[in-house]
């Protein structure tokens, strides 16, 4: 389901921005403001790569970050560690940890990028669940059949509890672990980068349409396309006053890529109707 801002209040965690820079507002209502939550974000990033940085604490109680691999069971990632390493040792010590994990570039400023942090309780998993994290850790990451049965290596869980997605500047939220688990990746972000460069490269007025009837920006004179997923579109969109950046809804959420063009004509329709 789309955010509820209301319900995470609490667990908000920026600061207050002072004297940064800010965008123009809209002029208008936004026709249709809907967009994933922080629980789908951050779902759909940890399921866009296999790769992380994991924070956990020394017997003396200082933080400690290694690169490591993970696969997901559910939403919780599944980390293969060696028993030898020193975030090994640090786990066994102390099962909290985070895991930091950034999706894959779009952007030539790294800050601006997606990211997220799942902080947690790990735990070694047994049973059926053992078999489970194995094989979705293998899933992942192919080159650890080599040594995840190795002695020296355990299978760990990390039992997400804590919850802090970045979609780039001025673009985060918190969610509780709950959330997280019970969300979903999004089945359209992932593939969207096709569709994104066909928008701007060939349908750059109807952007400027949809920006200035839906996005409530009617001083729009260009915008662009930055994201696309299963709720809608997001703009960036230049005027006089500045540059700001917009959704823009569709009328139904979408469930796959090859329903992105039906969604985004009607997006044109509507937005010429007006």
Not at 173 to 187: C, H, V
């Amino acid at each position: 389901m789309p955010r509820d801002s209301g319900s995470i209040g609490r667990l908000r965690d920026h600061g207050d921005p002072g004297d940064a820079p800010s965008a123009p507002p809209p002029l208008t209502s936004v026709v249709n403001p809907a967009r994933p939550s922080a629980a789908e974000e951050a779902r759909t990033i940890a399921a866009s790569t296999n790769t992380g940085t994991l924070a956990t604490l020394t017997a003396d109680g200082d933080p400690w970050a290694s690169f490591v691999t993970y696969g997901l069971l559910g939403g919780a990632p599944v980390l293969c560690v060696s028993n030898l390493a020193e975030h090994g040792r640090n786990l066994a010590g102390d099962p909290r940890a985070s895991i930091a994990i950034v999706a894959p570039t779009t952007e030539t400023d790294p800050l601006a990028n997606a990211r997220v942090t799942l902080a947690g309780i790990a735990e070694q998993p047994t049973g059926d669940e053992l078999a489970a994290a194995r094989e979705a850790h293998l899933a992942a990451v192919a080159a650890a059949k080599y040594y995840i049965d190795y002695s020296d290596f355990s299978v760990w869980v990390l039992r997400v509890q804590r919850v802090r997605w970045v979609g780039g500047y001025g673009r985060m939220d918190s969610t509780t672990g709950e959330a997280y688990a019970a969300a979903e990746p999004d089945p359209v972000k992932p593939l969207a980068a096709g569709a994104i460069e066909h928008l701007n490269a060939d349908h750059a007025d109807a952007l400027v349409e949809m920006a200035k009837v839906l996005g409530g920006y009617p001083d729009t004179t260009s915008a662009t396309c930055t994201g696309v997923d299963r709720y809608g579109l997001d703009l960036r969109v230049s005027t006089e006053r500045g540059i700001a950046y917009t959704r823009v809804g569709y009328v139904e959420p979408i469930s796959a890529i090859d329903e992105l063009r039906a969604a985004t004509v009607e997006l044109v329709r509507r937005a010429r109707s007006h």
